[in-house]
């Protein structure tokens, strides 16, 4: 059995896309998923399964759209293996994400696309936003008290933001943390 930390894209964002937690959670256990849970109501689920990560997406997926009335050109699903979230974490920019007060952090994860191929969307300004390439994810940290100022949001309405779904790094590491729990479990 593999556990997998899966990242649903579009959903509840914007009042759009509404996706009830107890909703999802019904639709995937009646799809044989085991051991669901969400985190938050902006598309994060833990979950069991016997499948690989492609066919979780591709099932997810088309579950969503039949299931809920959505916009399918935002919804996106990724898969992540506990070892596939570690790494995003160990692998993070040196002091990326330790000083919550002082920078908004966020993990870009990349779906189906790589990060080079993503790294020129971005125009960061210099004093306030920093973008580094990762494995299957962009890092992205902005100055909190100069937020206003940030270009991080130029990126909306690039063909390659339809292929990225973003969390807080507060959220990336306690959804790291509850898999490792659901994995202490088993």
């Known amino acids: 059995m593999n556990t997998y930390v899966v990242l649903l894209r579009g959903i509840n964002v914007g009042g759009k896309n509404k996706v009830p937690m107890a909703a999802l959670k019904k639709c995937l256990e009646d799809l044989g998923y085991t051991n669901v849970s969400t985190y938050i109501a902006s598309g994060n689920v833990i979950l069991e399964s016997k499948k690989r990560p492609a066919k979780v997406q591709a099932e997810i997926e088309a579950a969503l759209l039949k299931s809920f009335t959505l916009d399918s050109e935002l919804i996106k699903v ?15 920019p040196k002091g990326f994400g330790e000083q919550p007060g002082k920078y908004h952090s966020d993990a870009i994860f990349l779906m ?11 125009d960061p300004r210099e004093g306030v936003d920093a973008v580094w390439p990762g494995d299957g994810v962009i890092y992205s940290q902005r100055l909190s008290a100069e937020r206003t100022k940030s270009r991080l949001g130029k990126i909306v309405g690039t063909p390659p933001y339809k292929s ?7 959220t990336t590491t306690k959804l790291l943390d509850l898999l490792s729990k659901m994995d202490a479990a088993s």
Request: glycine share 4%; proline share 0%; charged share 20%.
């Open 164 to 170: 990225m779904t973003i969390r807080s790094w507060s």
């Open 112 to 122: 189906g696309i790589s990060a080079a191929e993503t790294m020129d969307i971005f």
């Open 78 to 92: 990724l898969a992540l293996s506990r070892e596939q979230l570690q790494a995003v974490i160990d692998n993070k």
